[in-house]
Each structure stands twice: as C-alpha cells, then as structure tokens.
C-alpha cells in the first residue's frame, strides 16, 4: 500500500514541518541502507522528547512502522537530530549534517548531503 506520507504526517502530527520530513528521509534512507521492511527496525532516537527536534521522531514512526506503541522505537534524551537502526544482522547509526532545515533542500537533496552515517 502506498501513502503520501506528507499528508499522513500533517493527519498524525498535526503539520507538516521539516523535522518531520527529515524523520521520513532518515527513516527511508535506513530502510533502504539495512534493507529491511515496515516494522523490521529496532529505532534509538537521539533527539529527546521535546520539539522541534523530537518531531523528528514522528517522521521515523511513520517511515518505517517502528513505533513507541509496538515497542521497536525508543528515545533517548541526547538532543541530537540522530538515530541508530538496528536489524537482527546489522546496525547504522544516522545523523543529519549541520544545515539550513529548508523543506525544499530537505525533500530534494541526495541523502549524501543531509546525512552521514556509520556501520556499527
């Protein structure tokens, strides 16, 4: 089944903002780097409980289908707009790269210029 996970986002989460898509980036730029499916990631959210940076966290819940609520996601109080993903095999960990949080560079660019990431 294919959403648009924009509008998904905005019904979820009230609005559509560029943490968000910056979860949904990350979260299917982990998917595609572990190649795992919906709801296979164990999720570690760096970016703590409070907005703007943990709206961040909703946009990986709606990525990937590894939530709070089915007990593949969780949040640690770090801050940092970064995650680590883990598979039974392999684990990643994610971090957007310091810029201008603009939704057009954000839904457009190469992940390479959003993200760096390392094999655990």
């Given at each position: 089944?294919?959403y648009?996970l924009p ?6 989460h009230?609005?559509y903002q ?5 979860g ?5 730029l982990?998917m595609?780097?572990?190649e795992?499916e919906?709801?296979e990631?164990n ?5 703590g ?9 909703d946009?990986?819940?709606?990525a990937t289908?590894?939530t709070i609520?089915?007990?593949k996601l969780?949040i ?5 707009l970064a995650?680590?993903?883990t598979?039974?095999?392999?684990k990643?960990?994610i971090?957007a790269?310091?810029?201008?949080f603009?939704?057009?560079l954000?839904?457009?660019a190469e992940s390479?210029?959003l993200?760096s990431?390392?094999?655990?």
């Open positions: 089944m294919n648009d509008s998904l986002a905005e019904w979820f009230g609005h560029p943490y968000i898509a910056l949904i980036r990350m979260g299917e982990a595609n780097l572990l795992a919906r709801h990631l999720i570690v959210s760096e970016t409980t409070r907005p703007t940076y943990s709206c961040m966290t946009g990986l819940q709606l289908g590894s609520g089915n007990g969780k640690r109080e770090n801050a940092k995650a680590t993903f598979t039974k095999e392999r990643l960990r971090e790269k310091d810029f201008k603009d939704m057009d954000i839904t457009k390479q210029v993200f990431w390392e094999w655990k």
